[in-house]
Structures are given as C-alpha cells and as structure tokens.
C-alpha cells in the first residue's frame, strides 16, 4: 500500500529560482496537509486542504508561497522567488476526514536548500 | 557564527529498559492528540494516539497517557530496543483540524 509520496527528495536551488515541490497523497484520503521543518522552529504547518479545497493557509509563511490542490491526488507547493531561508524540509501529509480521530501520514519529505 | 535552534530534550536508557517520554500541552480545548517517531532522514512516523475522553490507551510495546488536569501527555515504550532510536513528537488538535506538534525529544538507546 503506497503512502504520501512527495517529490523531489531533495533539491538544491539558487536564490531567486521557483521551486516548485510535488505531492500524491494516500488513495482514497481527502485531507492535505504540507509542513515545514527546520531546527529553529521545528515542525509547523503551513496550509490544510480537506477536498481539495484550501481551509487554513494561516501559517503560509508570505507571499512567495502557493499551494494548489488540482484534484484528489496531486497536491503542489511553490516557492518564488526562493530565499536561503527557505531551506527546510517539507512534508507533505494526508488523511481521512482530517482529525479528530483520523490518523496524518506523512511523506517522506522534500529536503530544499537554497544556496 | 554560534548555532540557533530548538535545544530538544534527550532521554538516554539501556537496551531492555523502559522508557518515559513526557510532553506538556498548551490548549484545554485539544480533544485530540499523537505520538510520532521522527528517524534520521525520514518522515514523522505514527506511533499512537488518544482522545480527550480517554487517560490511558496501549498499543503494541507502548502506552500513551493523558493527564487533563494538568495537560500533560506522556509515551512509556517498554522493553526499548536501538530501534526505538529517533526523534519522537506529540502534538494535539487545536482545533479546525490544526495539528499543532511540540519541539519533540531525542530518544537514544545505548545497548
């Protein structure tokens, strides 16, 4: 049974490029969820999706950063222009009606540097 | 330049022993929580769960414990193996399905 699979693994960018990050959450699930960890602030979520409709971009950090969820299985987030303080790694998660007693798997992760 | 970042907590224990990770919650009104297992280079991992109706619940070697009172959730592993080795992470629902996770503590099994 495939989990959430993001992509790129890892990414290497210069300043000022769009990077654009992938992810297909597990089959069936209908909540999305993209984090971002860094060692500073740890794990934070950035924006929630439930039917592929945006319900809290609360912690989108600015402007530069879009999420988009197209259909049920493919979820983006991009970045543009990119800044080194973006290196972090995402994660991208998914579950089954959102919380409240629904378990978020997550991806493996997208490590972006930003050079 | 000196380095910034969270100073995570780190519970060291023998091969075989029992462990006890601890993590404070912040908001009353979490009615939801989780453990998660962070390995090096990999995802954050579900371990278990609990609801706020509930102050005890087991699941294969571990035991979550929730103490509402003082908002206090703790994750006893037993038998702990070097595989048990990671980072591991509570978080609670702060509502509108907003899953809020703490600064997370470092496990490390010494065999």
């Known amino acids: 049974d495939a989990g959430v699979i993001q992509s790129p693994r890892h990414e290497v960018t210069e300043m000022g490029q769009e990077v654009t990050l992938r992810c297909k959450p597990i089959?069936?699930?209908?909540?999305l969820f993209w984090y971002r960890q860094t060692m500073m602030r740890g794990l934070e979520l950035l924006i929630y999706?439930?039917?592929?409709?945006?319900?809290?971009d609360s912690g989108m950090p600015e402007d530069r950063f879009s999420a988009k969820m197209p259909n049920a299985s493919f979820s983006t987030l991009k970045i543009q222009p990119s800044e080194p303080r973006d290196s972090a790694v995402y994660f991208c998660?998914?579950?089954?009606?959102?919380?409240?007693?629904?378990?978020?798997?997550f991806g493996e992760g997208s490590w972006l540097t930003v050079v | 330049g000196e380095s910034v970042g969270l100073h995570l907590p780190t519970l060291s224990v023998q091969e075989g022993d029992n462990s006890i990770i601890n993590c404070a919650y912040s908001?009353?009104?979490?009615?939801?929580f989780i453990w998660y297992k962070q390995e090096s280079g990999k995802g954050p991992q579900f371990i278990i769960d609990?609801?706020?109706?509930?102050d005890k619940r087991q699941g294969q070697r571990v035991t979550v414990l929730l103490n509402k009172t003082v908002k206090h959730l703790s994750l006893q592993i037993a038998a702990t193996q070097p595989g048990d080795s990671a980072v591991y992470f509570c978080?609670?629902?702060?509502?509108?399905?907003?899953?809020?996770f703490g600064a997370g503590t470092i496990l490390r099994v010494k065999s």
């Open positions: 999706f439930n039917n592929n409709v945006p319900i809290d």
């Open positions: 609990i609801r706020s109706n509930m």
């Open positions: 908001n009353s009104a979490s009615d939801y």
């Open positions: 089959s069936g699930h209908n909540s």
């Open positions: 978080a609670e629902n702060k509502g509108r399905n907003k899953l809020v």
């Open positions: 998660a998914s579950s089954l009606g959102g919380l409240s007693g629904n378990t978020i798997y």
